[in-house]
């Protein structure tokens, strides 16, 4: 290639474009907002439940437009890493720890921030569930989940 004839464009370049969360991604994230609850899809022929839903089985090609359902947003920490500086290179303190939870009831998972949680506490197959943001302040996108905290317990009953 003869270097001579290289152009330069000086000034800026217009550019407009508008990116979708496509059918599925759209009824994902607007059934997270609107019910706290995650949206996927079914393959009753591979019995594999996806999430990120999707329209079409990625196996047997099955349309799956007409195969949703719901998860509770839980799961299990499936691999974890410790994050101690910003994006800018600045000391996170404390540092802050980013998961990928594997959603039970799925083939799926979902990756956020671990909250509530010591950093010797984490551990693979930690029980966690998600924190969504409140109701009203919910719009339909990723960070409607906070994060994920360690799931709690349930008290004991106490016997009469």
Avoid: K
């Avoid at 079409?56 to 839980?74: K, T």
């Amino acid at each position: 290639m003869n270097l001579t004839h290289a152009r330069v464009w000086r000034g800026t370049m217009p550019v407009q474009y508008l990116y979708t969360a496509g059918v599925a991604g759209e009824r994902f994230f607007q059934t997270l907002r609107s019910r706290g609850v995650l949206a996927v899809t079914r393959c009753a022929e591979c019995q594999v439940t996806y999430l990120p839903p999707r329209l079409y089985c990625e196996r047997c090609f099955a349309d799956l437009s007409q195969a949703w359902a719901e998860v509770a947003p839980g799961g299990r920490v499936h691999t974890y890493t410790v994050v101690c500086e910003d994006q800018d290179g600045h000391p996170l303190d404390p540092p802050q720890v980013v998961a990928f939870v594997r959603i039970d009831g799925t083939d799926g998972g979902l990756i956020g921030r671990l909250l509530r949680v010591r950093l010797q506490d984490v551990r693979v197959e930690m029980p966690v569930d998600a924190v969504l943001a409140p109701p009203r302040r919910r719009r339909g996108r990723m960070d409607d989940i906070v994060g994920f905290a360690p799931r709690r317990a349930l008290p004991r009953r106490r016997t009469p």
